[in-house]
């Protein structure tokens, strides 16, 4: 049964710095992309980062370029996303998710609707 554990959120000042990590079981990383999503309270879930099954493609949203930075580590099944500059809007809860592609693909989506097998979430927050 695929399962993804999302860790490392917690409350944060706006300048600071969190990693998100998202623990898989249950499939490869060779065989399905990966995105991270943030939902806000009364806000549609969205996109924030996704990363091919290749691991060298990734896409961002506008507002985090520069600022986020998706990664995998296959051996460990884990994909990170360090988030520095941190700003109040970026608090919401984060999702990893994962949908299923070619072996080794390098082509990536970062659309909700894309994806299959979802973790529960981990809240980050950001304020003074």
């Known amino acids: 049964q695929p399962q993804l554990v999302e860790s490392g959120g917690g409350l944060v000042q706006p300048g600071g710095s969190l990693r998100l990590s998202c623990a898989v079981s249950?499939?490869?990383?060779?065989?399905?992309?990966i995105g991270w999503f943030r939902q806000a309270p009364g806000k549609e879930r969205e996109g924030v980062s996704c990363?091919?099954?290749?691991?060298?493609?990734?896409k961002y949203t506008d507002s985090v370029k520069g600022r986020f930075t998706i990664s995998s580590d296959k051996a460990k099944r884990t994909v990170y996303l360090q988030m520095n500059s941190l700003k109040p809007e970026d608090t919401a809860v984060y999702y990893c998710?994962?949908?299923?592609?070619?072996?080794?693909?390098?082509?990536?989506?970062?659309?909700?609707?894309?994806?299959?097998?979802w973790g529960q979430g981990t809240q980050v927050t950001v304020s003074s």
């Open positions: 998710a994962a949908y299923r592609s070619a072996y080794f693909s390098t082509y990536v989506e970062c659309r909700v609707n894309e994806y299959t097998y």
């Open positions: 249950g499939f490869t990383l060779d065989y399905h992309v």
């Open positions: 990363i091919s099954s290749s691991g060298d493609r990734t």
